[in-house]
């Protein structure tokens, strides 16, 4: 009722006044007038008061509904976002509790009034957050609800001492947006950081603040040192800046401080378009480095194509001035023979002049098979015994008529005695010292040459020998270092001649061989070219010199050298000391004899006398007549020092005989033997006459005119020879007899050179204990590559190639029987005239020239024999000349053209190549370069099945190739033996 009252304050106002003015009555009853004023003072005031209250009560009945409209939208709210809220108090009762409750699985329903541990007993770590809250220790925490794969921010909020709100904020979408965010921006990143182009981002400022993995490794920096840093640190800005898109090539700056060739694009991209100053600068570089070394690489490549085809240019000149002038020579020289009566010193000199322009061609031809195997890299080394001292001397032998030519004084000089065999390639040696040889004397013009050979290193297994040429020629030092240089300058063509050509060849095969070459001029006038080559070491004794015990016989023995040069004098000297010989001099005739009579009238007679044939006043000659005519000292043996070439005929004298110069080590020692001791078997290694126990040979050759040559020239050198025609008949042989040498040629019926060697190696297999090895060599006219690897596969020794000369021969029978062979005076023109090694390149092998122009080109003699073989044939056949092989050759020429024949007609492959091949080999044996070249072609087509072209060329050209040969040996015939 109170508060209906209080509802009705104008009925409340009237009643206090009625009870005040009742009050006042009853007080004070008399004085009406004054009560009433009272009672209307009271109840105005009571209007008045009455008022104030009723306006603050609809103040706050206005507030309370503002308050409850308020309350209904925040349920309304809490109830519609991811929110829970809970007012407990200090014991967890739930005071007030809104939002999505249903969220945390709870089943109390409402959950005010009741506790909020008991409401939440399944969630025990939010039971425990709630009492870390209340206990103050706790005001947030994230929330994991696993069951429901939720999360929730929960904040824990203090009212008062006693009242506590929680707050629970569900945050799994954003958490699930966020983590996609995160992805992507982690996808993004790691496209950024492994993409090859580099790539940042800068602000307005060209501030970076991202780079990506390949800028800083393009850079050298880290992310951590450019973050922050202006972009100019790295990019060398180009282009319009203002620009919004640029591209351009331009540079990165490394940290080193290096340039790093770049293709660089920027790009703004504005954040808000309305104002220009936010936006962020993007900058891609796309490094160049790669493109640029390829662009230099590719213009290297592009000179060196142009190198090389001026190099080709230089070479095609080299070769034509290393063809036409040997040819020149031999054409000029063999006209003027043939044309002109001549005396026999002329012609002998002639003789000599092909001779030696032939050689030069061969050395020149060597030097291009090598350049070419260099350029192709099939330079490779082929291992076999080395006799350092026959390989040196003989060199110098054939390099004496062009010393001699040009009067230089020349010397050898081996400051050791080879007491072993070594192990290299034989071939690569003797090319290098010989090229380096020849240019040494072509480069000399007058004074001396001189070449020493020293053992500079020793080991267990190895020797490394120091080879130098010191000479007095004017070498060109510029052109030498560049020959010797990785990349000669092909540019510098006045430079580049056979000489320099045979320099590179021999430093090439230096390299192969694992030395070293140099060169250095001393002063103007002298030079020196040297290399260092490593040899293997063998088992296998060097009898060149002899033993230690068979050089100790001359051992203090006392020698009295007249010879006026002093270099000459000093060499002689020297070797003669390394064998502990007692050396005294003379100069002249009368010093000479002064010496010889006070050694008689002291009895210390000279044991030998060795005299220069060119001495002053009186010559060698006359000297030896002099003392000869002294009964007291006519018995000295002498030995005459005559140079190469020239003739002493020395059989009705005792005691005398001749060396011819340049003296090499071995053939003095032989002479020394052969003077002092008066016998040439003192020593194994040959003396001045061939007594030397005859070697056994066996030579397989199907061809008949092969077999009389290569017989005729191995009995020539003391050899007993058996002929056998095929390879069945060679085994059948070795059943028979025990050889100490086979020449086996290649192609033969039956069974062929190949198939025997692999039978007799398979024999000496199965039979070790009593069988030896037979060393095999083989005879082949196929001079092409891979001959010799098929040769050595089969199990040949050694290999020689068509045509064969008698030099070839003698260097088997030293390689592979063991001594020496030392020729007699009736055969010493062939120690003058050796030939060098390989003849394959005597006929040039181009398969690809048709036969018809090859025909059309002969109009001489020369073009159909070559002058070279002939002229070797007639002095390896001084006995019985070559006539008989002429008549042997065209007796049997008309069976081998019917053999070519009655194969094409029958279209065997295999029996036509064996008739070619037949022909080919006789026409080998008397020098036939045409013929040779026409049945190369014949082999060619059959090998490609080709018969139908191969019998067009036989029907064509055959009998009139034929026919000219015949012609060009009846002319042959008539220049006599």
Known sequence: MKNNLLMKPYILATILSSYLALLLFLTDAKNTTNNLFVFSLFLVFSLILTSIITFFQQKEKNYILSLKTQLNILQVAVNNVPLVIWQINQQGIIQFSAGQLDTFHTTANPLQGTSIFKAYEALPTFLQDIQSAIARRLQYKQLNLEQSKQNYDIYYIPLNDNELLIIACDITPSLHKAQRYLQHIKYQDILLQHVTDGFCVANEHNIISHINLTLCQLTGYSKEELQGQSVSRIIRQGGNSDLPYIQWTGELIHKQGHSVHAFINRFIVRQQEDDPQKSLICYFAQDLTRYKQLESELYQIREMLETSQRAKSTFINIINQGIRTPLNNIIGTTELLLKSPIEPRQQRYSVETIRESSENLLHFFNDILVFSRIETGQLSQELSTIDIHAVIEDLLGQSALAIQRKDLIFGCQFSFAATHLFSGDIDQLRQIVSNLLGYAIKSTQQGSILLKVDLLEETEKNVKLHITLNSHGLINSFVLEDLLSTTPNMDATTHYNTDNLSIMVARHLIDVMGGTFSFYQQTEDQSTLWFDVVLQKTQIVNTTLGSAEQRAKLHNKHVLLVELNPLYRQLINEQLQLWHIQVDYATTVTECLDKLLDAVALRQTYDVVLIDSRLPYLDGMQLSQIIHANPQVSNIPLIILMPEGQDYHTAAVLNEYVLHRPVMPSKLL????????????????????????????????????????????????????????????????????????????????????????EQIRRQEKQHKNNMIHVPIIAVTANAI?????????????????????????????????????????????????????????????????????????????????????????????????????????????????????????????????????????????????????????????????????????????????????????????????
Not at 720 to 731: D, F, M, R, S, Y
């Open 670 to 757: 032989q002479h020394l033997f052969s003077s002092i001791f008066n016998k040439v078997d003192i020593m194994n290694i040959g003396a001045v006459s061939p007594v030397v126990r005859e070697k056994c040979i066996l030579l397989a050759e199907d061809n008949l005119i092969n077999q009389e040559v290569m017989k005729d020239m191995l009995l020539q050198l003391n050899c007993q020879v058996t002929v056998v025609n095929n390879g069945e008949e060679a085994l059948q042989a070795l059943t028979q007899h025990r050889y100490d040498l086979i020449f086996m040629d290649c192609q033969m019926p039956k069974m062929d050179g190949y198939q025997a060697t």
């Open 785 to 977: 590559n891979g001959a010799r690897e098929r040769c050595f596969m089969a199990g040949m020794d050694d290999y020689l190639s068509k045509p064969i000369n008698s030099h070839d021969l003698e260097r088997m029978l030293m390689r592979y029987c063991g001594f020496t062979y030392v020729l007699t005076q009736e055969t010493s023109v062939l120690a003058i005239n050796k030939l060098l090694d390989h003849h394959e390149h005597e006929f040039i092998e181009d398969e690809t020239i048709s036969s018809s122009s090859h025909l059309v080109s002969i109009n001489t003699q020369e073009d159909v024999l070559s002058a070279n073989i002939i002229e070797t044939m007639r002095i390896d056949m001084q006995k019985r000349g070559i006539n008989w092989l002429i008549d042997l050759f065209l007796t049997e020429f008309p069976r081998y053209q019917a053999a070519v024949y009655e194969a094409i007609v029958m279209l065997d492959k295999d029996l036509f190549y064996q008739a070619v091949h037949k022909l080919k080999g006789g026409a080998a044996s008397v020098g036939s370069v045409s013929l040779v070249n026409f049945c190369k072609r014949l082999e060619t087509l059959s090998k490609q099945n080709n018969l139908n072209e191969a019998a067009e060329l036989v029907e064509k050209y055959l009998a009139m190739e034929c026919s000219i040969l015949e012609t060009a040996l009846l002319e042959e015939k008539k220049k006599g033996k």
